[in-house]
């Protein structure tokens, strides 16, 4: 499985099967103005919440690839009034596919459409695929139902976490993050893009080694192999 980065929240993740792309924000974010947003190939979108910055190009995406969007339900039926193919779920959920499972699970954060509509509950996805297992955190802060993400599809060989602070969970709560679900491995999320958000990499990559965890910062556009995370 190949993993890249478009910037912010939006990773793509490439399956022997299939794409998936989560919180698309590609177009309205400078950091990745050398993306064109037409040119990606997915099958499928998953969406944390609906918050701007993590919906913008979903339209984009749709008309470009057919592609449905997998949300929650409050999500999924304000895309279907507009036409869109919807895949609704709520946290706790388990959904099947030929390249794994995904779980629904449960993240602190707000949630609304830029129109101001109720978004529902903002949520992660604990993705078994090709036999690998990632924790794609979306927006949260630090709780403790993380520690329970470890029991559900085993370890975890990369976690996907925000670390910007500010709206999310910063650094030091994501190091504590990457120790309740049990990995070695953390891809850093939702930083840099806006001034309140920046980061000091290096300072955060010690915090993460001073625990005997790996922070990668993975630069927009470029691809790594799941097989990267032991």
Not at 58 to 68: F, M, Q, Y
Not at 144 to 167: E, F, R, S
Request: with cysteine; aromatic share 12%.
């Amino acid at each position: 499985m190949e993993i890249t980065y478009y910037g912010h929240a939006c990773f793509s993740f490439k399956t022997a099967s299939s794409t998936i792309i989560t919180d698309p924000f590609i177009s309205g974010n400078e950091l990745a103005k050398d993306i064109n947003v037409r040119e990606i190939k997915t099958d499928y979108i998953f969406l944390t919440h609906a918050h701007y910055d993590h919906i913008l190009d979903v339209e984009t995406l749709v008309e470009n690839n057919g592609a449905p969007i997998l949300a929650n339900a409050e999500i999924a039926s304000y895309y279907e009034k507009r036409g869109y193919r919807v895949i609704p779920m709520n946290i706790g959920g388990v959904e099947r596919f030929d390249f794994g499972k995904i779980k629904m699970v449960s993240a602190v954060h707000s949630s609304s459409f830029p129109d101001g509509t109720y978004g529902g509950l903002a949520c992660g996805f604990l993705m078994k695929m090709d036999g690998k297992v990632i924790y794609f955190a979306g927006d949260t802060a630090l709780t403790t139902d993380m520690k329970l993400l470890p029991y559900v599809y085993g370890y975890i060989n990369v976690a996907i976490l925000p670390i910007g602070n500010t709206y999310t969970m910063g650094v030091h709560d994501a190091v504590v993050a990457a120790k309740f679900v049990g990995t070695r491995n953390a891809i850093a999320s939702h930083y840099d893009t806006f001034p309140s958000i920046k980061v000091n990499r290096e300072k955060a990559k010690q915090m993460f080694l001073a625990e005997e965890k790996h922070l990668t910062f993975l630069p927009i556009g470029e691809t790594l192999d799941i097989n990267t995370f032991v």
